[in-house]
């Protein structure tokens, strides 16, 4: 993509994206909690379609969700959505492969699943740095000014069939 269609940061609407990106993250961590336990309180009975019972039942408390249970021919996985959550923006869990896993399996489930603990650590992180204002409205200034040095680079270099395309043209 060439420079000239970067278009510079607005403050707010990073600021609302990374409020979202917060939000999914504890969200799905939650979920994530849940089901853990779950998996914790049923661990080693057969890995079949009454998962989905177990983990809707566990659910039922926080809000009505429809729970899916999916195995195809690699993959065991469990797949969330409803209550506030759209299918295009569900939380899938992974169980396991298919020759590895048959029973439900607590530590399977949490290691295939260290995501959403990293997900939320990071957005605890990401907290910090809305907090921190002074930080984030200073990274945007030094980008959009960045952007706009690169673009006049770029529209200046065109006298010389050679615009910029990317920042990696500038070491040429």
Request: proline share 2%; aromatic share 12%.
């Amino acid at each position: 993509m060439s420079i000239r269609y970067l278009k510079p940061i607005d403050l707010g609407t990073l600021k609302n994206e990374i409020e979202v990106r917060i939000g999914t993250a504890h969200r799905d961590f939650d979920f994530y909690t849940v089901v853990l336990a779950v998996f914790q309180k049923h661990d080693g009975k057969a890995l079949n379609k009454r998962i989905v019972g177990y983990v809707k039942d566990a659910l039922d408390v926080h809000g009505d969700y429809i729970v899916t249970y999916d195995k195809n021919a690699t993959l065991h996985k469990l797949v969330i959505w409803g209550e506030g959550i759209p299918y295009s923006d569900r939380i899938t869990f992974y169980l396991g492969s298919t020759w590895d896993v048959n029973t439900i399996s607590a530590v399977e489930f949490e290691k295939h699943n260290q995501w959403a603990a990293a997900e939320s650590g990071r957005a605890t992180r990401l907290e910090g740095l809305l907090a921190e204002t002074v930080t984030l409205e200073r990274a945007v200034k030094d980008w959009n000014q960045l952007l706009t040095e690169l673009q006049s680079i770029s529209e200046w270099a065109t006298q010389f069939e050679s615009p910029v395309s990317s920042f990696f043209d500038i070491n040429r």
